[in-house]
Nanobody
Framework: QGQLVESGGGSVQAGGSLTLSCAAS????????MAWFRQSPGEERGAVAT??????YYAASVQGRFTMSQDNAKNTIYLQMNNLKPDDTAMYYC??????????????WGQGTQVTVSS
């Protein structure tokens, strides 16, 4: 079946940077449609960055600060996060529709990696 495994979270001060990784195994990786989501306590999970058939879309709150990339040879996606703000504090998840899925539904989720930004 495979799984998604995130890494790279941690605690940083405002203005700092982190790079998250998400390694996919089995049939969970999608060349066309991978995504990063985040969820803060008491908030709904929301998309941070989504790849869809060659284009990448970012939430307005992270536009210009976060960059999503992928390495198809390693079945891995990344989220480079710069100029981090306390509001970026959240659990970050990667998601995929899977090898056989479509871009409208994410069937696989990682366990999450915590990002904490202090002021």
């Amino acid at each position: 079946q495979g799984q998604l495994v995130e890494s790279g979270g941690g605690s940083v001060q405002a203005g700092g940077s982190l790079t998250l990784s998400c390694a996919a195994s089995g049939n969970t990786y999608s060349v066309d449609c991978m995504a990063w989501f985040r969820q803060s306590p008491g908030e709904e999970r929301g998309a941070v960055a989504t790849m869809h058939n060659g284009a990448t879309y970012y939430a307005a709150s992270v536009q210009g600060r976060f960059t999503m990339s992928q390495d198809n040879a390693k079945n891995t996606i990344y989220l480079q996060m710069n100029n981090l703000k306390p509001d970026d504090t959240a659990m970050y998840y990667c998601a995929s529709p899977g090898q056989a899925g479509n871009c409208l539904e994410y069937n696989y989720w990682g366990q999450g990696t915590q990002v904490t930004v202090s002021s």
